[in-house]
Structure formats: structure tokens, C-alpha cells
């Protein structure tokens, strides 16, 4: 993955923190997740959120008796799908998103990755349909939205250099944007962070390097979803992107923690800079 070309700090050293909202999540975040944003904000660390909706754009294609397929956890999404999948992204999840934002005090607006041509995407594969990757991400409209006292809220629709519609994986969305930002990136999502069960029991890998993700993903530990999920955020890992972190938002200030650098979910980072013991 490529974005924006090797640049200074971002403008006025502003402190980004990106954080990515699972669809299957998206539902039972508390209000306490939104006004932690607003602490975020307030502390001046510039939230930008990005969201996915994958369970949403399911529950709609079963109603509509549309068949869903997925390749390495990646929906194959045809031209006849696009339509459906934009208006579910940037059209329903994006706005309640912005709307709880507003509730709970903050100000956000709500935009994809074809606003401003913020993303420069191309196809994936042809197996995936009008599926695509990042390769170049504007950040000057998320930086005006901030300056601005607003939370940008991104939807990861994007286009092609033809106009025409791509879907984009939230987490590599976040990925992109993460890089951009020179921004950490906090993947929020409804389990405690990367486990192995052990006895029946969730045990929590508290950090995790790129080699050991690779080995989980061999054995079957990661699997499903949770492949593209964390391809993203070792893909993100850069001078720019220090770490990674893969939580659950209905915990009592997870954002908190996870911007503190607090014992919470699962932090991944380049193997250079951790010795992970498991």
C-alpha cells in the first residue's frame, strides 16, 4: 500500500488519532465512546473516524435476495451490489455516526473517500468485483474538517481514475489514512483484541509483531474477517504509523486507554521495536 508522498509533520503539528469502527460494533458502542472522543478532542489529539458496515450492507442484500460471497474476507462486490453497498456506507451508517457525534457534544461531518478525491484507488482483483485498494490518500480535507473544530467520519467508498465506484475494506481505509496522518490507528471492534483459546478460555495476546501475525494466520488462530483486518494494520506499520491497536469499544474508556498507551486489547507493532513473549 502507497500514500501521500514522504512529507513534514502535518500542518501546525497537529496529533491525529485514527480510529477504524467495525460494523459489527457499530450498534453496541455506549455513549460513553462518543463523549471519550469528544475528551480526545478537547485534550487536542484530532480524532478521525472511519467506519465499515459490513453486517448492515448483509442484512440488506438477504433482504433484497441478493447472494453474498467473500474471498479472504473480502466481499465480492459486482456492479450490480456498488450501489447498494455506497448507499448503505455513505448514505445510513456514515450520518448515524455523525449524529451520535453531535449528541453527545461534538461536531463532526460526514464524508467518503470520493469527496475531494481524498482517495486515489485502483481494483483489486477482478475475482473481487468493484473492490479496491488505496494507493493515495489527500489528506488536506480531513486537516481543514480538524482545524475546524470538526470530526472527519469517513465512509471507505471510493472510485477509480475513471469515476466509477469502488468498496474499499475499512481497515485498510484506516490503513491508508493512518499513513497519511503520520497517526496511530485504533481498530475498535466487538472482541477483546487478538485472543487464542486456551481450555475454552479468551486468552489475550497483549502485543504482537508482523512475523508472529503471519505465523497466527498459518496455524488458524486468525482467520476469517480478522485476515484483512490484521494485513491492514501490519501494512500500516511505518516510520508514520508506530503502532496498531485492535480493541473492543464497549470497554470503559478504550479510547482513553488506548491513546495512553494503557494495557487494553492487542497493540501490534514492527518487530524491530517489540520482543513479544507469548
Not at 44 to 60: A, M, T
Not at 191 to 208: A, C, M, N, R, T
Amino acid at each position: 500500500m502507497t500514500t501521500s508522498e514522504s512529507m513534514p509533520p502535518t500542518e501546525h503539528n497537529r496529533k491525529y488519532f485514527v480510529i477504524k469502527c467495525g460494523g459489527s460494533i457499530l450498534a453496541q458502542l455506549p455513549d460513553e465512546f462518543y463523549h471519550d472522543l469528544m475528551k480526545l478532542k478537547s485534550e487536542g489529539i484530532d480524532p478521525v473516524l472511519v467506519h465499515g458496515g459490513g453486517p448492515e450492507i448483509s442484512h440488506l442484500f438477504q433482504k433484497l435476495s441478493i447472494e453474498t460471497t467473500f474471498v479472504d474476507g473480502l466481499r465480492v462486490t459486482t456492479d450490480q451490489m456498488i450501489d447498494t453497498v455506497e448507499m448503505v456506507l455513505s448514505g445510513k451508517i456514515n450520518k448515524q455516526l455523525v449524529r451520535k457525534i453531535h449528541r453527545a457534544g461534538g461536531r463532526a461531518v460526514g464524508i467518503s473517500g470520493v469527496d475531494g478525491g481524498m482517495f486515489r484507488c485502483k481494483q483489486t482483483e477482478q475475482a473481487l468485483g468493484r473492490v479496491g485498494e488505496v494507493t493515495y490518500v489527500d489528506r488536506s480535507l480531513i486537516e481543514q474538517l480538524s482545524i475546524s473544530g470538526y470530526i472527519p467520519v469517513i465512509s471507505p467508498v471510493s472510485m477509480d481514475e475513471n469515476g466509477q465506484s469502488l468498496n474499499i475494506n475499512g481497515d485498510e481505509a484506516a490503513s491508508a489514512v493512518a499513513q497519511s496522518l503520520h497517526a496511530e490507528i485504533c481498530l475498535v471492534s466487538d472482541i477483546p483484541g487478538i485472543y487464542k483459546e486456551i481450555d475454552g478460555e479468551k486468552v489475550v495476546f497483549e502485543s504482537l509483531d508482523d512475523i508472529k501475525i503471519g505465523t497466527l494466520i498459518e496455524e488458524g488462530t486468525i482467520s476469517g474477517g480478522m485476515i484483512p483486518k490484521v494485513k491492514g494494520a501490519v501494512a500500516a506499520l511505518s516510520d508514520q504509523v508506530p503502532s496498531v491497536i485492535i480493541l473492543d469499544g464497549r470497554e470503559q474508556n478504550a479510547l482513553l486507554k488506548a491513546v495512553a498507551h494503557k494495557t487494553i486489547g492487542t497493540r501490534i507493532v514492527r518487530k524491530e521495536l517489540i520482543n513479544v513473549t507469548n
